[in-house]
Every structure is written in structure tokens, then in C-alpha cells.
């Protein structure tokens, strides 16, 4: 069995590792998908798969209108169609695999990965896959240019079971180059029938193969780390997802009757324009109380968003560590002084992005 027939041309290859305009660390600063969900797709049966997931596996979509064998499903539609096909006995699936071949507890295969560095890979990724790892064919010489030492570079073919996110649906078998490094015994891990989640781009004009979104685009499938993928998926495609943050604009204090009482309001700047704001209402006597608002009017009764959550990713992985001069240039030295503590403070409330080291 040749190398040539089971991996694409070097020029192929080339395209398939080359390097996007936009740095994959970054993708966290992207504008998200507009306004109107796209329909999320899933590919119809696959026929001559070697490792058929068990009964925890996507169940195949329902029959309905469909294009190249492909059915289109709405977000809601997808979620429905996976909460009633995901109970029963799993033994059979395929489960995550160590280097050293020994299988990867749901628990700890995706431990430290944190809800920045998800969507960070969800809003880089226009295709997200769910799959079995059908064959893999280890890449040499030429083709293996650029592989970082010590790593090992494959072509890996993948039986998709159901496509989580890609507005054009997907080929049920595709191909993409992954490097890989080994173990701590120096073993390369066994990749063959090991259930994954892929993050990709589309390859223009190859629809069977794909590039990975980043160096960590490869991951075991567990149920709980499908079910965050689907979960801050979702909120990224929705109508009212909350936009980009890229900075802060003009600040305001508003001093109270009593000593220590005050409203600041903080204006961001986004992507797309859209109004958001901070405000911090300090009271004697009282902790200080702040919210976020995505529109012109200001609700008393909103509050801060949870950890955890798409618009807490927008304001911790995107605001300023402190307020520029620029955004209090226009107040008094007392009231900018109280506007860049209340800045401080909500800084300190959202914590830390938490993206790990590149």
C-alpha cells in the first residue's frame, strides 16, 4: 500500500498546514458570525466505517430536505435529535487514547482547558466535527517540513458522525495533517478508532480535507466537553450574542447627595458598533454594585454576567487592564480618579481570561 493513496499531493499538503492571515491565538478577537444563526448541517449515513461509534454516539439525522447527502438542521433541531440518541449503553463507543495506549478518563482527558481557550477555538473553527479517527499515515521527508522537533506529522482520515458547527455541511470522510508529539516513554499515541472533536477550516477547493484551527484543534471526545462545545457554540450563533469587545471609550461620574455615593458609566467600543456600557453605583456603606448593558438604556436590575459565559468571555479576555487617560479626559481629576477605582473593580470581578500560555 502506497503513501500516494492515502495522503494528497505536497502542494496539497502545503495548503493544508499553511498559515492563515489572522494568528489562530488570536481568533478571540475576531468578529463572530452575524445576526441570523446559519443552520447547523450534518452528514447523512457513512457507509464503510471501521469503528462505527456505540449507542452514545450523534444519532444520523432524520430524513429531509437534503443536498449532496447532506441534511440541514437547525441549532435546536441538532440538540434535540443528540439528547434522544444519547442514552444507552456506551461500551462500545471508541474512547479516548493515551500515548501509551491506554484509555483517557472523561475526567481528566480535557482537564486545564479553560472556557477562553474554547471559544477562543470555536470562533477560529468554521467547521467543528465529531468523528472516528479511520486511518492514519505518518508523513516524512519533504512533506514533513516545518514540524517542530521532537513531533511527529500524519495524515489523518476521519469518519464524521455529526457536525456540530459548519453552515456548508462537510464530506462524511476527511482528511488533515496533525503533528503529534509522544509520551513521556517516547511512545507516539494510538490515533486509530479514537473518538475526537475536530476544530477546522475549510480547504478551498479540496471538500474532503481540511486544516485544523490550531495546535490543540485535535480533541478526545468526552460528553462533557461536547457538551460545552455545543453549549458556547450556540451562544455564538445566536441573534443576540453579545459583540466583540475592543476597547473602551468615554467615561462619566456622577457624584451622589452623600459622601462615597456615585454612579460611573463606562462606554466600550466594539466591532460591529453596537452599545455597550458599564455602570458602578457605589453607596455608603454598602459593596459596590455594577452591570453591563448591550443596548442604550441602562437596567438597575441587570448585574454582572456569569463566569463561564460568552458575554464574561467579551469583557475579561477583551477589555484594557486600566481605563486610558483617554477614556476620563473629559472629567474632573476627582471624578476621573473614582471612574479608573470603578474600572479597577469590575477588572477585579471578572477575574482573569484565563487563556492558557501560547
Known amino acids: 500500500m502506497t503513501l500516494t493513496r492515502h495522503i494528497p499531493s505536497i502542494l496539497t499538503i502545503s495548503a493544508l498546514f499553511a498559515t492563515t492571515s489572522v494568528p489562530w491565538q488570536q481568533v478571540g478577537a475576531q468578529t463572530p458570525p452575524q445576526a441570523s444563526a446559519p443552520a447547523l448541517t450534518v452528514p447523512g449515513p457513512v457507509s464503510g466505517q471501521d469503528a462505527s461509534p456505540g449507542p452514545a454516539s450523534p444519532p444520523e439525522a432524520r430524513p429531509g430536505p437534503a443536498t449532496d447527502g447532506v441534511t440541514t438542521m437547525t441549532p435546536e433541531e441538532l440538540d434535540r435529535q443528540w439528547n434522544a440518541g444519547s442514552t444507552g449503553d456506551s461500551a462500545s463507543a471508541p474512547v479516548p487514547i493515551r500515548g501509551d495506549g491506554a484509555p483517557v478518563s472523561s475526567q481528566a482527558s480535557d482537564a486545564g482547558a479553560g472556557y477562553a481557550d474554547l471559544a477562543d477555538l470555536i470562533l477560529g473553527a468554521p467547521v467543528i466535527a465529531d468523528g472516528v479517527i479511520r486511518s492514519t499515515t505518518r508523513i516524512k521527508g519533504a512533506e514533513a517540513a516545518g514540524v517542530a522537533p521532537g513531533q511527529t506529522r500524519f ?9 456540530i458547527r459548519g453552515s456548508n455541511g462537510v464530506a462524511p470522510r476527511i482528511g488533515y495533517l496533525l503533528d503529534v508529539a509522544p509520551d513521556a516513554n517516547g511512545r507516539l499515541p494510538k490515533l486509530k478508532r479514537a473518538r475526537v472533536l475536530v476544530f477546522a477550516r475549510p480547504v478551498a477547493g479540496t ?29 455564538i450563533l445566536a441573534n443576540d450574542a453579545p459583540p466583540v469587545i475592543t476597547g473602551t471609550g468615554n467615561a462619566f461620574h456622577v457624584p451622589g447627595a452623600l459622601p462615597g455615593e456615585g454612579e460611573t458609566q463606562i462606554f466600550l467600543t466594539t466591532a460591529d458598533q453596537r452599545p455597550v456600557s458599564l455602570s458602578i453605583l457605589r453607596r455608603p456603606g ?39 487617560d483617554r477614556s476620563t479626559a473629559s472629567l474632573a481629576p476627582s471624578d476621573a480618579q473614582i471612574a479608573r477605582d470603578d474600572y479597577r473593580f469590575v477588572i477585579a470581578a471578572l477575574g482573569s481570561c484565563g487563556r492558557a500560555p501560547s
Open 155 to 163: 495524515y489523518v482520515e476521519l469518519d464524521v458522525t455529526a457536525l
Open 207 to 235: 471538500p474532503t480535507q481540511v486544516q485544523l484551527a490550531g495546535r490543540t484543534a485535535q480533541r478526545d471526545w468526552t460528553p462533557e466537553l461536547d457538551a460545552r462545545v455545543r453549549a458556547i457554540t450556540k451562544a
Open 286 to 324: 454598602e459593596q459596590p454594585r455594577w452591570a453591563v448593558a448591550l443596548s442604550e438604556i441602562v437596567d438597575e436590575a441587570a448585574g454582572p454576567p456569569a463566569r463561564g459565559t460568552l458575554l464574561w468571555y467579551r469583557l475579561a479576555c477583551g477589555l484594557p487592564p486600566a481605563l486610558p
